[in-house]
């Protein structure tokens, strides 16, 4: 039971419709009810992390490297289904390129604080492509400082939502997000990625 004065709050991980009931107690056998229906409409974003994802302002920071290019926002090339955004970010991956070629973006400082997933959707022309994403801290490519994750597309031309597990990454202050298309491979394509979301 709660005392007079005493407040009380609850967090909901899941978007949906929940049904809230205050019962209350007089000191005999008395008791008065409220119940409201809530709705909770967006999935849990946090923050530092979710004002860069969708790509429709400028994107800070923006890089690429070995061989892949033309890292731009462009126009969502099928805004349907799962990313019904208006743009995306987008890169080249030149024929013959390095196989560690890749491109990103300075982020705010990405602190886990116990969530430990990272989505982005994805938007390749084929599936079985191995898509990297790489945390760097203000260090760089430094051992022990960085974490990468591995996620294998599987569908070509259309959006899918890769989900990266990062819950064995040093908790550390990482300010870079780096994308590898097609890594380990030297083949050319064009590759698009939005909405990227840390996940509890």
Request: hydrophobic share 35%.
């Amino acid at each position: 039971p709660m005392q007079i004065g005493e407040q009380l709050s609850h967090s909901y991980e899941l978007a949906g419709t929940y049904n809230v009931t205050v019962t209350a107690l007089s000191g005999g056998a008395a008791t008065t009810q409220y119940s409201e229906e809530i709705t909770i409409t967006d999935p849990p974003v946090f923050d530092g992390f979710s004002t860069f994802e969708d790509f429709e302002g400028e994107v800070p920071g923006n890089f690429s490297f070995g061989g892949v290019g033309n890292v731009q926002v462009v126009a969502n090339p099928d805004n349907s289904g799962i990313n019904t955004s208006t743009n995306v970010m987008q890169c080249t991956k030149d024929q013959g390129a390095e196989v560690w070629g890749g491109m990103g973006f300075a982020v705010d400082v990405i602190d886990f604080n116990g969530a430990s997933q990272i989505h982005l959707k994805s938007y390749a022309p084929e599936a079985g492509k191995v898509v990297k994403v790489k945390l760097e801290t203000s260090a760089g490519n430094v051992a022990g400082l960085t974490h990468e994750v591995d996620v294998t597309t599987t569908v070509a031309n259309e959006w899918e939502t890769l989900m990266y597990d990062f819950t064995g990454a040093p908790d550390l202050e990482y300010v870079s997000f780096i994308v590898f298309y097609d890594f380990g491979n030297t083949a050319g394509a064009t590759y698009r990625v939005d909405e990227i979301q840390l996940i509890d």
